[in-house]
């Protein structure tokens, strides 16, 4: 009996949508209980538990995709409103628009380029290079350029949420180690590296520094998506 | 709340448009990210649209509040990749970490240099 009702539930969209819900509030609460933890990092742990539970029970991912896809849709969205915080903040943008488009610009070149040398020298295949290449963006961008460049939008998600959450982990260490105190140069630093991962982690820290973040986020995206063509 | 959802899906409509004709050379949303920042500080004056500009923002905090559930579907897809990580995780690994910190360490110095030297010309 109850085999069948898991036999039921397990390929209907509703389990794996509530069930996506349920995994991140949950894992939310845990990274909660100790919120300057960068390792305790809500995403990294929802998907950890997410693909174990898939794994044992054996379900395939276009069947979890079934239902996810309604919370994968809202991607799209979410990067049109990253051009709110630009119309929101302009001031801020303004005020520090010569270092900021340098350090686009610069930022940008060194994240693609970085990636894409490294790869080549791992010896991956060029299928596997255009998949990483875009790594630093927000995932829904990442995967339109990834597929555009005929690499592997799966792939890219995965390595996209990777670099989000070294660069959260990395950023404070390390910019305390540079001795780096401006803090919109610190936000401005992992939101363009590391996306919303980075951004999320930025809003933690400083209000300033979760602001330009999420400016750098969006700037980048549309940097990278025009830059990727000169290295792929 | 429906407002605010309804103007970014239309941008989000209107730059997947754009990018047809351009032939996915840049995706659809980045163009509709743009777009709306653009015309939102363009239409900022116009009173009869507060209202709308009002829910816009909101919808977008409260979407960009919780941004970290959206990478969570995609980021189970690694389960499509064991066996690439199986084989090749360390180099992954390698290459996301190296260009992470360089990455990092040339934005905010690029930054902080450039901050500097155009400190002294005082614009605002």
Known sequence: MTDGLWVYLATSPLLWLAGTLVVWLAANGIAGLSPGNPLLNPIMLSIAVIAIVLLVAGIDYGTYFEGAQFIHFLMGPATVALGIPLYEKLSLVKSNLVPLLAALFMGSLTAVGSTVFLSHLFGFTPAVVASLAPKSTTAAVAMAISSGLKGDPALTAAVVVLTGICGAIIVTPMMNAMRIRDYSARGFAVGLTSHGIGTARAYSVDPVAGLISGIAMGLNAVLTSLIVHLFL | ?124
Not at chain 2, 22 to 39: C, D, K, N, S, Y
Not at chain 2, 63 to 85: K, R, T, W, Y
């Open chain 2, 1 to 124: 709340m429906l407002v605010g959802i309804t103007i970014l899906l239309v941008f989000q409509l209107i730059g997947e448009i754009s990018a047809y004709f351009l032939g996915g050379f840049v995706p659809g949303p980045v163009i509709g990210m743009a777009m709306v920042a653009v015309v939102l500080t363009l239409t900022g004056g116009m009173t009869f649209l507060e209202p709308a500009h009002r829910q816009t923002v909101d919808t977008s905090r409260a979407i960009l509040a919780n941004l970290g559930i959206l990478f969570v579907p995609a980021g189970v897809g690694i389960i499509q990749h064991l066996d690439l990580i199986r084989d090749r995780g360390f180099a992954l690994l390698a290459i996301v970490l190296l260009s992470t910190v360089i990455t990092l360490a040339v934005t905010v110095w690029v930054f902080i240099l450039v901050k500097r030297l155009a400190g002294g010309y005082g614009h605002d």
